[in-house]
């Protein structure tokens, strides 16, 4: 697999001005009405908008964890799978990438007093630690076969980027230290790769964490730095 065949692209539509409506009630109606066609499930924004107060956002918290405790879930082995439809998952690999939005969808919902939200960021905590997390790596693996039973030796920055996001996340919910040592050791690392790449990070690394030819930079400090 190619380092280009790695980068997720989510354009379906522009930004400028020609692209949205002048009305941005009806902009945002458009938009989550396509996440939602999309089988898009992240109850990060709208944990967020119920602790800010804004109407109509607690029920789709209550969906979101209800779709990472039912249909996403894999009861046979457990984790998640990035997308379903009726038919079952969409692609059964198990990815860091998703399970960070896990971690932090669950973290941010627990804020918002959802049900179910607790019991869904324990487990999505053990997934990260048992499945992905290396410490002799401080980073994450990026995915694995949905059996976990063989790890890809890809190893990508992406996924740890938002593995930082989603642990502060979680250490501000569980007050757990720890979490803060993990995020930690990703930037750690990452502000590694860039000392030695004029602070344009490489994207994508092999097993060992060696840059894949052709890899194209990622201007993360501005995350890892926040």
């Known amino acids: 697999m190619t380092p280009a065949s790695r980068r997720k692209e989510y354009e379906a539509a522009g930004l400028d001005v020609a692209d949205v409506v002048a009305d941005p009630m009806v902009q945002w109606e458009q938009w ?3 996440a939602t066609d999309a089988g898009c499930v992240e109850p990060n924004a709208f944990a ?14 209550g969906h979101g964890v209800a779709a990472l405790t039912g249909m996403l879930h894999d009861d046979e082995h457990g984790g ?16 860091a990438y998703g399970h960070a939005f896990v971690v932090l969808g669950a973290s941010s919902a627990v804020l918002a007093g959802a049900p179910g939200a607790q019991g869904l960021l324990t487990e999505a905590l ?3 630690d048992e499945r992905f997390w290396r410490a002799d790596d401080g980073m994450v693996v990026d995915s694995y076969d949905r059996a976990w ?15 930082v996001e989603a642990l502060l996340a979680a250490a501000d919910v569980t007050a757990d230290p720890g979490r803060l040592d993990q995020a930690l050791r990703v930037a750690d690392k990452v502000m590694g790769f860039a000392r030695t790449t004029g602070w344009m ?14 890899a194209r930079p990622a201007d993360l400090l501005g995350v890892l730095l926040r």
């Open 32 to 34: 989550f009405q396509q």
């Open 48 to 61: 967020l908008g119920t602790l800010l107060g804004r109407p109509g956002c607690r029920p789709l918290v």
């Open 80 to 95: 998640w799978f990035a997308s379903a439809d009726d038919d079952g998952p969409v692609s059964d690999a198990k990815e």
């Open 126 to 128: 053990r997934v990260v």
């Open 149 to 163: 039973t063989a790890a890809d030796p890809y190893r990508g920055v992406n996924a740890n980027m938002h593995l």
């Open 201 to 214: 990070i490489p994207e994508h690394f092999d097993a060992a964490f060696v840059a894949v030819e052709g």
